[in-house]
């Protein structure tokens, strides 16, 4: 069975006034369905760019992209939307909430915009499993980091993607949020066989998936090599 996501030889580089930044020296990953998986890698090894290019946000110099065995490196806008809205759900590592709404229109709008059916109702059940009912009519402003941060995972499980790609969706939470964020993870994971890839910097927690690996001088290790 293919994979729900693959890669191969992804290679990624930004400009900077010192010359090219060659961040991603070729990716190969595979990600079957399901899997819980972790990427662990220092501040500025490229963890998040390599998750936008897997989230179909960013698109990589070299190298190819599959999900559930299309290759998706080259898709038009249009096919990417509706992949990214359907079966992709991103936590961002700085939330990225639209600050002129309230958390519960935040959540819903990839629901809305995805024609999904009771959508409320699964924004609230969400909402309640991170404890946030409380907050549902504040705006991003008037909610801690930590409490967008768990905002931002809401939205990416809205309309049930299966796969989710999480940036250190605990970065901002005590040791008891992480759990009960965590434990939301787990059992969707468990339950509804949704696949996650999670990136982290909590070793903690990244004990935890099915298979971790490093980010480390632009490529993937696993942590014994
Ligand atoms: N748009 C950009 N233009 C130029 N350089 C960039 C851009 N985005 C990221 N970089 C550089 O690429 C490298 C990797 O950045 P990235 O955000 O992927 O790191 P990271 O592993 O997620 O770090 P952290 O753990 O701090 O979040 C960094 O050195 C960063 O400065
Ligand atoms: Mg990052």
Redesign the pocket.
């Known amino acids: 069975m293919a994979a729900i996501l693959e890669t191969k030889g992804i290679e990624k580089s930004?400009?900077?006034p010192h010359g090219k930044?060659h961040?991603l020296r070729g990716i190969d990953m595979r990600l079957e369905q399901g899997e819980m998986m972790f990427i662990t890698?220092?501040?500025?090894?490229?963890?998040?760019?390599?998750l936008h290019l897997l989230g179909l946000l960013d698109t990589c110099d070299k190298g190819q992209l599959f999900f559930a065995g299309e290759n998706v490196t080259k898709l038009n806008d249009r096919k990417t939307c509706k992949l990214r809205n359907g079966s992709i759900g991103f936590l961002f590592?700085f939330y990225n909430l639209l600050p002129e709404l309230t958390v519960l229109e935040n959540v819903t709008l990839p629901g809305l915009i995805g024609k999904r059916k009771k959508v409320t109702q699964r924004a609230k059940e969400l909402l309640e499993q991170v404890e946030l009912v409380e907050r549902m009519k504040h705006f991003p402003h008037q909610l801690s980091g930590g409490e967008q941060q768990r905002v931002g995972l809401v939205r990416a499980l809205i309309n049930e993607p299966a796969l989710v790609l999480c940036?250190?969706p605990t970065g901002n939470l005590d040791e008891e949020s992480s759990e009960m964020v965590m434990r939301l993870i787990r059992r969707l994971n468990k339950e509804r066989k949704q696949t996650f890839c999670i990136?982290t910097?909590d070793e903690i927690i990244a004990r935890e998936g099915n298979s971790k690996l490093h980010?480390r001088s632009g490529v993937l290790h696993s942590p014994a090599a």
């Open positions: 930004y400009s900077s930044l961040v890698g220092r501040s500025g090894s490229g963890k998040s760019t390599l590592q940036d250190e990136v910097h980010l």
